[in-house]
T-cell receptor
Framework: DTGVSQDPRHKITKRGQNVTFRCDPI?????LYWYRQTLGQGPEFLTY????????KSRLLSDRFSAERPKGSFSTLEIQRTEQGDSAMYLC????????????FGDGTRLSIL | AQSVTQPDIHITVSEGASLELRCNYS??????LFWYVQSPGQGLQLLLK??????LVQGIKGFEAEFKRSQSSFNLRKPSVHWSDAAEYFC????????????FGPGTSLSVIP
């Protein structure tokens, strides 16, 4: 059973650089979510895809953030011109297409901005 | 707006003792409620969920939770804690009307004394 996979597990970069994270959901899941989690806090919703369509974006997702899911399978989250405040754990989750299905989370990508 | 509070930031219990983690939510309609557990450096694992029906919900690892509409609560319980239960626990509320967007509480950190 392959769960949600995220790559890389840890990314260290200098302020101002661009970074891209990848998420591979559970294969039969058509819904995919991105969350951000800072130390000592619960995950905060960033954005949501149903198949390849991005249906909702949080106000937390500034113009420097962009997410794609081009073929309705894996998704990428890009952060441009990273800032210190972007340091966090970025979590991906997926769920099946029916209502009432819980989200299954990956282990996350921890971003550290130097 | 939806919100979740977890009044206890940190709880310490002895191994074998009973456990109750508190969760209160704010939501205008019948909520979908979840408890997730997160071990250090890992993603979130679903312990149990409530959508409708029986207000006492059984989950994995011997956990249960009770939905009390009158108190807007969804407390998590376990009769006998094991050292491996030490982790961060998150209560969450979902909304069917918002593409299954889930709002997480701030979490309760559980320490277990051998």
């Amino acid at each position: 059973d392959t769960g949600v996979s995220q790559d890389p597990r840890h990314k260290i970069t200098k302020r101002g650089q661009n970074v891209t994270f990848r998420c591979d959901p559970i294969s039969e899941h058509n819904r995919l979510y991105w969350y951000r989690q800072t130390l000592g806090q619960g995950p905060e919703f960033l954005t949501y895809f149903q198949n390849e369509a991005q249906l909702e974006k949080s106000r937390l997702l500034s113009d420097r953030f962009s997410a794609e899911r081009p073929k309705g399978s894996f998704s990428t989250l890009e952060i441009q011109r990273t800032e210190q405040g972007d340091s966090a754990m970025y979590l991906c989750a997926s769920s099946a297409g029916q209502d009432n299905q819980p989200q299954h989370f990956g282990d996350g990508t921890r971003l550290s901005i130097l | 707006a939806q919100s979740v509070t977890q009044p206890d930031i940190h709880i310490t219990v002895s191994e074998g003792a009973s456990l109750e983690l508190r969760c209160n939510y704010s939501y205008g309609a019948t909520p979908y409620l979840f408890w997730y557990v997160q071990s250090p450096g890992q993603g979130l694992q679903l312990l149990l969920k409530y959508f409708s029906g029986d207000t006492l919900v059984q989950g994995i690892k011997g956990f249960e939770a009770e939905f009390k509409r009158s108190q807007s609560s969804f407390n998590l319980r376990k009769p006998s804690v094991h050292w491996s239960d030490a982790a961060e626990y998150f209560c969450a509320v979902g909304s069917k009307t918002s593409y299954d967007k889930v709002i997480f509480g701030p979490g309760t950190s559980l320490s277990v004394i051998p």
